[in-house]
């Protein structure tokens, strides 16, 4: 059960907390239950985080494909930026 909760991603001390719940015996199952409905939650949290973030590095990484397809300069790099303002050109 303990690599189970380990591998969900369950905090050590939730494990700590869930083990000694387990030594309380059944009375102790809503409270166990309520860890495990926890890190499902928190999990659900970072899988919308991360498919946000999947979803920013698509389109970057198609940015990208484009510009080496086309050999063309990266108009969104910070660093034209700074030089426009010096009046400078990264070329």
Do not use: W
């Amino acid at each position: 059960m303990v690599h189970g909760l380990r591998a969900s991603g369950v905090a050590i001390e939730d494990i700590r907390n869930y083990i000694e719940l387990c030594r309380e015996g059944d009375s102790s199952i809503e409270d166990r239950a309520e860890i495990i409905f926890r890190q499902k939650k928190r999990l659900r949290r970072q899988i919308h985080d991360l498919q946000r973030q999947m979803i920013v590095l698509k389109d970057k990484e198609q940015y990208c494909r484009e510009i080496l397809e086309r050999r063309s300069r990266d108009i969104c790099n910070p660093a034209g930026f700074l030089d426009q303002k010096r009046g400078t050109s990264p070329d």
